[in-house]
C-alpha cells in the first residue's frame, strides 16, 4: 500500500485562482478527511491527486510514482449517481476493472465478496433506479474497492443522503476499511462526519483555497456512532467549527 | 456548511445490514403488471373504430365510391391477392422500405456520433441538416425518381433521406445530453476516448436512438407510398394510384389498410426491441 504526497499545487480556472500552494501528506493506510467551506477547491483538489485534472504547478506522488493522467493506484468515489443506469449491480462494479484490463473470470468470486461486503449481497442483478441512495453509494464504493486501489478518493459520497442512512453508511464505510486497508483521501462538508470517519482533517481555507489547519483526531478505533455524542467529539468538532468560521469571515460571507 | 445536529437520530445497525428503502420492484422490467390490460384496451380500441368505419361506410355515406367499409377493404385484399398483384407489390414495397430504413437509421446514427464528437464536422454540416429536417424533402422526391429510375432504389433514396435527418438529430442529443459525471467515472479508471464513447454515451444514447427509429418507421412508410405516386414500376403506393385512378375504392382503401397495419407493427416491434435493449430505460425519452 503507498501514501499520497501532494507537494505545491496550484491551480486557476481562467482569472480566479483554485488552489494555492497546497502541500499534504496521506501515509499509507491512513485515513484523511478533508474539509472546508463551499467554493473551496476540495473537488478539485481530489480530480488533480486523481490525475484527472492537472496542477498548474506542483506535484502529486503516489507512493513515488509522479501522478500524470489518470492515476492506476486511485478509485475515485463520486458523488451520487455516478451509476451507468444501463448496467446492473454487478456489471457496474465490474466497470473499473473491465477498464483496466483487469481478468473478470480470475477476480470474478472476488467481486461477489466484495458486494457482499459493502452489503449488496443478492442484489447483483438489480438497476441502480431500483436502488435507494445508500445502496447506490454501495455500489459505487465496490466498484472502485474492486480495481484493488491504493488510494480511495471520496467526493462527498454521503453528501446526498438522508441523515440516517449517512450515519449508517458512515460505520459502514469504516466497517469496510478496517477489512479492506486503504490511503483514504474523504472529502466532505459534514464536520462530524470528518471527525467520526479521520486519522487526521485537514481544514482548507478558500479562494483562494489553502490548507489552514492539519488536526489529529485522538479517537482510538473501532469508534462507535455514540462517539459522536461524547464531549470531546463536541470540542474538536467545535474547534474546526471555529476555525472554518474564521475563514468565512476572511473571505467575505458564505 | 452545517453543524452537526444534536438532535441527529441514533442508529447503530449491525454490520452488513441494509437500511434505507428496499426496491419497490423486482428486477424486471417492471412493466409486466399492467400490459395484460392494456394490450386489452388497444384491441378494444381498434375493434371499436372498425366497428364505427363499418357503420359509417355502410349506413351513413353508403356509397363506396366516397368510402368503401372494412368489409369492402378487406375484399379489396383478396381480389388483389388471388389477381396476384400483392405479391410483387408487397416485395416491392418491403423492399424499399427495409432497405431505406436500415441505411438510412445506420447512417443517421453514424452522422450523428460523428457530428457529436466533432465540433468542426458540427458546424459544417448543421445548417444543411436542419434545413433538409424542416423542408419537405417529399417535394424533391420526383427529381429523385428522375435521377434513380423507376427501380426500387430511387425509392430507397427517398426513404433514406425522410429517415436519415431525425435520426441523425437523435442520436446527436443523445451523446451531447450524456451526463458528464459517467464520463469522468470511465476516464478515472482510465477508459480511452473510445471506451468512453462504447461504454458511455452509445449506451445513454440508446433511447434516443430507438426513439429516432420510431420516429423512422412512419417516415419510412410515408417515403415509399409517395415516392411510388411519383414514379414506380410495381409496389403499393403504385397499387393504391392505380385503384384510384380507376376509382376502385376498395383496392384504395386496402393499400392504405396495408400501410396502417404496417405501422403498428413495426412500431410494435420496436417497443419490444426497446424492452430488449434497454429495460433500464422506463423513463427515459
Known sequence: MRGVSVQSITKSFGDGLVLRDISFTAGAGEFVTIVGPSGCGKTTLLRIIDGLEEGDSGEVRIGDRLVSGPARECAFVFQADSLMPWRTVFDNAKLGMELRKMDIQTHKDRLKELLQLVGLGGFEKYYPRQLSGGMRQRVNLARALAVDPDVLLMDEPFAALDAQTREIMQTELLRIWSDQRKTVVFITHQLDEAVYLADRVLVMGRKPGVIADDITVPFSRPRELSLKRTGEFGQLVERIWGTIEGVIRETGGI | ?285
Open chain 2, 1 to 285: 456548511m452545517t453543524v452537526p445536529s444534536q438532535s441527529s437520530s441514533h442508529v447503530e445497525p449491525a454490520p452488513g445490514v441494509v437500511i434505507g428503502k428496499l426496491p419497490a420492484r423486482k428486477p424486471s422490467n417492471g412493466r409486466g403488471m399492467h400490459r395484460k390490460s392494456s394490450i386489452t384496451i388497444s384491441t378494444l380500441s381498434i375493434v371499436v373504430g372498425i366497428a364505427l368505419w363499418q357503420i359509417i361506410g355502410q349506413f351513413l355515406v353508403g356509397n363506396s365510391l366516397f368510402l368503401a367499409t372494412p368489409w369492402q377493404t378487406l375484399s379489396g385484399i383478396r381480389d388483389m391477392w388471388t389477381s396476384g398483384g400483392l405479391r410483387e407489390d408487397l416485395l416491392v414495397s418491403g423492399e424499399e422500405f427495409i432497405f431505406g430504413f436500415l441505411i438510412g437509421s445506420a447512417a443517421g446514427i453514424a452522422v450523428g456520433a460523428v457530428i457529436a464528437k466533432n465540433r468542426v464536422s458540427k458546424r459544417i454540416l448543421t445548417p444543411y441538416i436542419s434545413g433538409f429536417y424542416a423542408t419537405p424533402i417529399i417535394a424533391l422526391a420526383p427529381i429523385l425518381i428522375l435521377w434513380f429510375g423507376l427501380g426500387i432504389w430511387s425509392k430507397v433514396v427517398v426513404v433514406i433521406s425522410l429517415v436519415i435527418f431525425p435520426q441523425i438529430i437523435n442520436t446527436e442529443a443523445g451523446i451531447r445530453t450524456t451526463e458528464e459525471t459517467l464520463r469522468d467515472v470511465a476516464r478515472s479508471y482510465g477508459g480511452s476516448t473510445i471506451e468512453v464513447f462504447r461504454k458511455v454515451e452509445l449506451w445513454w444514447s440508446l433511447p434516443y436512438i430507438l426513439a429516432g427509429l420510431r420516429l423512422g418507421v412512419g417516415r419510412a412508410l410515408i417515403g415509399v407510398v409517395v415516392g411510388e405516386l411519383f414514379g414506380a414500376r410495381a409496389g403499393l403506393g403504385f397499387a393504391i394510384n392505380n385503384a384510384q385512378s380507376e376509382f376502385n375504392m376498395p383496392e384504395l382503401f386496402a393499400g392504405v389498410a396495408i400501410f396502417a397495419v404496417s405501422g403498428i407493427v413495426f412500431t410494435y416491434l420496436l417497443t419490444v426491441l426497446e424492452r430488449v435493449l434497454a429495460p433500464w430505460a422506463a423513463n427515459r425519452p
